[in-house]
């Protein structure tokens, strides 16, 4: 057999680059959070194009209760890049959400960014702005950013930050997506 001229020669740095992976963890309330969180999460990837490679999990909040599932869970929330939260708002974050959040954030390695998705309804805006409040604490401590998403108060147009993505030491990190909690994602409506 006979072997090609340049079988012996190094591989050229283009034949070494790797899509830098992108790691995303959804933690959801139920079905229609859990889509709502997933429209994020192609958006993003909308975003990235073919700068990254995606690797997604997805975790239903029930299901953190349950001792094994949620050391699973807080493995891929170490390894995470971005966490999105999707929930109701006027329902209270479970324990077994805080518990889980109480544990990874004490790792070393912390997601780069924790976003939250809620839906509000009249008379639930203080139990909304609670859990917010609670999520925004929690990324301060990590050191995280935060931006969050309530489905019932649209984005003013002058409020939104042009470009979603910009590239980090990490491979790719979430850029300012709009100023003041809000992000630059459509709100979604049943109709929609």
């Not at 709502?36 to 690797?55: I, K, M, P, T, Y």
């Not at 805006?125 to 999520?135: I, T």
């Not at 108060?153 to 042009?162: F, G, H, M, V």
Request: net charge negative; with cysteine; hydrophobic share 40%.
């Amino acid at each position: 057999m006979r072997l090609p001229a340049n079988y012996f020669l190094p591989p050229s740095p283009s034949d070494l680059e790797e899509t830098p992976l992108f790691n995303v963890v959804i933690v959801y309330e139920d079905f229609d959070s859990g889509r709502n969180a997933r429209r994020v999460h192609d958006f993003l990837a909308e975003q990235l194009g073919h700068d990254c490679q995606l690797s997604t999990h997805m975790w239903k909040l029930e299901v953190l209760g349950i001792p094994n599932l949620r050391d699973l869970a807080v493995r891929d929330a170490t390894a995470a890049d971005i966490i999105i939260v999707a929930y109701h708002g006027g329902n209270p974050l479970p324990w077994e959400f805080k518990s889980w959040t109480a544990l990874w954030s004490t790792h070393n390695h912390h997601p780069l960014a924790l976003v939250a998705l809620y839906d509000t309804q009249d008379g639930f805006e203080k139990d909304a702005a609670k859990n917010r409040d609670y999520l925004a604490m929690l990324a301060s401590r990590a050191g995280m950013e935060f931006f969050s998403q309530a489905e019932s108060a649209p984005i003013p147009q002058s409020r939104r930050i042009p470009g979603a993505l910009q590239p980090n030491a990490r491979g790719i990190a979430p850029r300012v997506i709009a100023a003041q909690h809000e992000s630059a994602i459509p709100r979604w409506g049943i109709n929609e």
